[in-house]
């Protein structure tokens, strides 16, 4: 069993920041790739960032490629999502999720994900 905990969201201006973290609760966090997706009003949910176990290979998706990072600590169960040059159309609930079958390959398909959390609303505004 794994749990996640979101937190970190907020209101923010346009070209602002924000750090979301997931705090993991459950023995399979280390071994386990994790993901942060979203989910803006009246869409499906969107792979944004993936991590390998080790932490050493990630994975964005092209629209946040070169101003969010994800990054885990190992010794505290946190996967961070940093999002820097925040857009309006960043705006979303965001979810972090753990695949706790990873063999090797950081999945980009939210159904491979094993766990969620609860999620963190994140407002851009312009």
């Known amino acids: 069993q794994v749990q996640l905990v979101e937190s970190g969201g907020g209101l923010v201006q346009a070209g602002g920041s924000l750090r979301l973290s997931c705090a993991a609760s459950g023995r399979t966090f280390s071994s386990s790739a994790m993901g942060w997706f979203r989910q803006a009003p009246g869409k499906g949910r969107e792979f944004v960032a993936g991590i390998n176990r080790s932490g050493s290979r990630t994975y964005y998706t092209d629209s946040v490629k070169g101003r969010f990072t994800i990054s885990r600590h190992s010794g505290k169960n946190i996967v961070y999502l940093q999002m820097n040059s925040l857009k309006p159309e960043d705006t979303a609930v965001y979810y972090c999720?753990?695949?706790?079958?990873?063999?090797?390959?950081?999945?980009?398909?939210?159904?491979?994900?094993?766990?969620w959390g609860q999620g963190t609303q994140a407002t851009v505004s312009s």
């Open positions: 999720a753990a695949d706790i079958n990873y063999t090797g390959y950081v999945s980009l398909n939210l159904n491979e994900y094993d766990y």
